[in-house]
T-cell receptor, first 116, second 112 residues
Framework: DAGVTQSPTHLIKTRGQQVTLRCSPK?????VSWYQQALGQGPQFIFQ???????QRGNFPDRFSGHQFPNYSSELNVNALLLGDSALYLC???????????????FGPGTRLTVT | QKEVEQNSGPLSVPEGAIASLNCTYS??????FFWYRQYSGKSPELIMS????GDKEDGRFTAQLNKASQYVSLLIRDSQPSDSATYLC????????????FGSGTRLSIRP
């Protein structure tokens, strides 16, 4: 049973550039959430996708956008990169809770983004 | 600002002892609570979820929830060096409109 996968593992970008990160959910899961984790901090919720729509969003600017595909995989796009965007970006998948809030999430290995 | 608070540690516990990790939350509407373990340089790994007041046991782990006092705890019995990690607490409401909030984590060190 394949778990959550993410690509790439590491990425170095220059300030002002754009980046796309990818995630494939665990088998049987249809909901994907993205998080940003700075060093020494807990994951900060960016947004959640279900049925190819953004269902929830955390306190992140519009530079952060996403997409979910019919096979439930997802992309996170960040435009106009800032130095402060350097972090570990985590994708987590979960089975849909039927409108009953958050269930157990399973995280992928993450993408380490460095902005120089 | 809805928050989840954890003591950053490090919490040092001798091998074989009980490690007790605590978490408090500010949003009284929180209904679902999760404990994750995160090794250095790795992603969080789900340990336990708890939704009702009281204790929930899974192997060496016991999660405790007290909604009236707005705290959640995780007990690790017979602590092993492999338990050394950062433990993240997360809380969320019980609707599709609820956000999930993670604490900053407690660093646990098990000394031989």
């Amino acid at each position: 049973d394949a778990g959550v996968t993410q690509s790439p593992t590491h990425l170095i970008k220059t300030r002002g550039q754009q980046v796309t990160l990818r995630c494939s959910p665990k088998s049987g899961h249809d909901t994907v959430s993205w998080y940003q984790q700075a060093l020494g901090q807990g994951p900060q919720f960016i947004f959640q996708y279900y049925e190819e729509e953004e269902r929830q969003r955390g306190n992140f600017p519009d530079r952060f956008s996403g997409h979910q595909f019919p096979n439930y995989s997802s992309e996170l796009n960040v435009n106009a990169l800032l130095l402060g965007d350097s972090a570990l970006y985590l994708c987590a998948s979960s089975p849909r809770q039927g409108g009953l809030g958050w269930g157990e999430q399973y995280f992928g290995p993450g993408t380490r983004l460095t902005v120089t | 600002q809805k928050e989840v608070e954890q003591n950053s540690g490090p919490l040092s516990v001798p091998e074989g002892a009980i490690a007790s990790l605590n978490c408090t939350y500010s949003d009284r509407g929180s209904q679902s609570f999760f404990w994750y373990r995160q090794y250095s340089g790795k992603s969080p790994e789900l340990i336990m979820s708890i939704y009702s007041n009281g204790d929930k046991e899974d192997g060496r782990f016991t999660a405790q929830l007290n909604k009236a006092s707005q705290y959640v705890s995780l007990l690790i019995r017979d602590s092993q060096p492999s338990d050394s990690a950062t433990y993240l607490c997360a809380a969320s409401g019980y609707s599709s409109a609820s956000k999930i909030i993670f604490g900053s984590g407690t660093r646990l060190s098990i000394r031989p």
